[in-house]
């Protein structure tokens, strides 16, 4: 290294960065960042490198909402629909009930629609896989018996 060029280091944590100047009796600077840079410091030429691109996050991880509604059909009998929105396009949706029925994917949406045969209520859970494989079954769920 240069003679006077201080080597520079940044520590990040949570997009705030502490930048130690290496001197002492002078402020270090605290700036918060987009792209966090873990550590830089100057070539062995004494000139600063190059910028790298931030990198990516990844991919989020999939997540969804799953509501249920019923309507009763007569006597104790009822159905029950089921719509699930994704936050990524799907590629299957799966409703348990505690059989498997398969359900009709669009998009970030599924749907399906089943019968029940008497019974105060309906437990039921759903599995969706996304297009790019990534699946999440939901939690347990109950519909009640909407019928008097």
């Known amino acids: 290294m ?7 280091i940044v520590i990040a944590v949570c997009g705030t960065a502490i930048l130690h100047n290496g001197r002492s009796g002078t402020p ?20 600063s490198p190059a910028a790298s691109p931030p990198k990516s996050t990844g991919t989020p991880a999939l997540a969804f909402t799953a509501t249920g509604s019923a309507i009763c059909i007569g006597g104790l ?38 019968s029940v045969f008497g019974g105060s209520s309906l437990a039921w859970h759903v599995r969706v896989v996304a297009a790019d494989g990534r699946a999440l079954t939901g939690p347990n769920r109950t519909t009640a018996n909407p019928c008097p």
């Open 2 to 8: 240069a003679a006077g060029v201080a080597a520079a």
């Open 28 to 47: 270090d600077t605290v700036v918060t960042l987009d792209a966090v840079v873990l550590s830089q410091s100057p070539a062995p030429d004494g000139t």
């Open 77 to 114: 009998d009822y159905k029950v629909t089921v719509n699930v929105t994704a936050n990524a396009v799907l590629a299957t949706a799966t409703f348990y009930r505690p059989g498997a029925t398969p359900m009709t994917v669009a998009g970030k949406t599924a749907t399906v629609t089943v």
